[in-house]
């Protein structure tokens, strides 16, 4: 018996929820990201993994919000707990894959082309494994033209993503990265679930797993949380997220540690010329016992007598 589905139970809802979430993960996770592009110090694989939690997480609490308002008339519906946390982290480790590539590859070509491959396939597995956890008597089929259109949509846009906070700074980059990210993925989610049919078998008890609304919503509240408090983290104190200053700033510390033993060094020979000492205290000690000698040989240059004429009366 073939199923009625529906995909938008809440309305509009659902929709604007889920793309909010997309877009405030991916906006962490590329300012993350783009922050630890930009910075070559230890802690610079924190920020990618950071990054990754974010984007990742994003994408997950944007396609299970969806699934909130995804239902089928003639039965119910459940969710199988292990199969759903699995597609949490596979998600994750696939998106920080991809991210990590860009980082240390940096922003040619081939590392953008792999790393948003790779960081697309992992928002697709995620979706389609959060997919096979959905527990109800009857199978679920999709079309395979729609599996296409969404698994390329995840990944022209995460290429394109990457591609503009590897190649742009500053906020109005992060922000149009992110946008670009949250329309793609949560389009690739309805994309993907406008092509899936529903086959049913007529039973009518319930099925196996925990139902939406039991599982679903407590879920979502740990994801959620996680990317309120990254998001208030990076608006009060970007630097504390990373725990780096990029690229400029580390060119800019060089700059001073370079130009302080310049600047010392000038003061040393100033400080020689105007009392004739100066260095660390070895030096002084030579300076001043080459001093001593210059004094005495002066003086015992004044004591000699002359042997010839001095000045003009002498002549």
């Given at each position: 018996?073939?199923?009625?589905?529906?995909?938008?139970?809440?309305?509009?809802?659902?929709?604007?929820?889920?793309?909010?979430?997309?877009?405030?993960?991916?906006?962490?996770?590329?300012?993350?990201t783009a922050r630890?592009?930009?910075?070559?110090?230890?802690?610079?694989?924190?920020?990618?993994?950071?990054?990754?939690?974010?984007?990742?997480?994003?994408?997950?609490?944007?396609?299970?919000?969806?699934?909130?308002?995804?239902?089928?008339?003639?039965?119910?519906?459940?969710?199988?707990?292990?199969?759903?946390?699995?597609?949490?982290?596979?998600?994750?480790?696939?998106?920080?894959?991809?991210?990590?590539?860009?980082?240390?590859?940096?922003?040619?070509?081939?590392?953008?082309?792999?790393?948003?491959?790779?960081?697309?396939?992992?928002?697709?597995?995620?979706?389609?494994?959060?997919?096979?956890?959905?527990?109800?008597?009857?199978?679920?089929?999709?079309?395979?033209?729609?599996?296409?259109?969404?698994?390329?949509?995840?990944?022209?846009?995460?290429?394109?993503?990457?591609?503009?906070?590897?190649?742009?700074?500053?906020?109005?980059?992060?922000?149009?990265?992110?946008?670009?990210?949250?329309?793609?993925?949560?389009?690739?989610?309805?994309?993907?679930?406008?092509?899936?049919?529903?086959?049913?078998?007529?039973?009518?008890?319930?099925?196996?797993?925990?139902?939406?609304?039991?599982?679903?919503?407590?879920?979502?509240?740990?994801?959620?949380?996680?990317?309120?408090?990254?998001?208030?983290?990076?608006?009060?104190?970007?630097?504390?997220?990373?725990?780096g200053r990029g690229?400029?700033?580390?060119r800019h510390e060089?700059?001073?540690?370079?130009?302080?033993?310049?600047?010392?060094?000038?003061?040393?020979?100033?400080?020689?010329?105007?009392?004739?000492?100066?260095?660390?205290?070895?030096?002084?000690?030579?300076?001043?016992?080459?001093?001593?000698?210059?004094?005495?040989?002066?003086?015992?240059?004044?004591?000699?007598?002359?042997?010839?004429?001095?000045?003009?009366?002498?002549?």
């Amino acid at each position: 018996m073939q199923g009625t589905v529906e995909g938008f139970s809440y309305g509009l809802v659902t929709p604007v929820a889920a793309f909010l979430m997309a877009c405030l993960g991916a906006a962490l996770g590329l300012r993350c990201t783009a922050r630890s592009l930009r910075t070559r110090r230890p802690w610079k694989p924190g920020g990618l993994a950071l990054g990754a939690a974010s984007i990742g997480s994003g994408v997950w609490t944007m396609h299970f919000i969806g699934m909130m308002g995804f239902a089928v008339s003639e039965a119910p519906i459940g969710y199988d707990r292990l199969t759903t946390f699995a597609s949490l982290a596979v998600g994750i480790v696939m998106t920080g894959i991809g991210i990590f590539i860009v980082g240390y590859r940096g922003s040619t070509p081939m590392a953008l082309i792999t790393g948003g491959t790779v960081t697309g396939l992992g928002i697709a597995t995620m979706h389609y494994l959060g997919m096979a956890g959905v527990r109800l008597h009857g199978q679920v089929t999709y079309d395979t033209g729609t599996v296409a259109l969404s698994v390329l949509i995840a990944v022209a846009a995460s290429v394109a993503g990457l591609w503009v906070i590897s190649t742009h700074r500053g906020f109005s980059a992060s922000l149009g990265a992110s946008l670009v990210l949250g329309v793609a993925s949560t389009g690739m989610h309805f994309t993907a679930m406008a092509g899936v049919e529903v086959h049913l078998d007529g039973t009518t008890r319930a099925p196996g797993g925990a139902p939406a609304t039991e599982l679903l919503v407590p879920m979502l509240i740990g994801p959620a949380v996680f990317l309120l408090l990254a998001g208030v983290a990076l608006f009060f104190d970007p630097l504390l997220v990373t725990g780096g200053r990029g690229r400029d700033m580390d060119r800019h510390e060089g700059h001073l540690r370079s130009a302080r033993p310049a600047r010392s060094a000038g003061a040393a020979r100033g400080l020689c010329g105007a009392r004739g000492l100066g260095g660390v205290p070895a030096q002084r000690t030579r300076l001043r016992a080459d001093r001593d000698r210059r004094e005495e040989a002066d003086r015992t240059a004044a004591r000699a007598p002359r042997s010839g004429p001095q000045d003009l009366h002498d002549w």
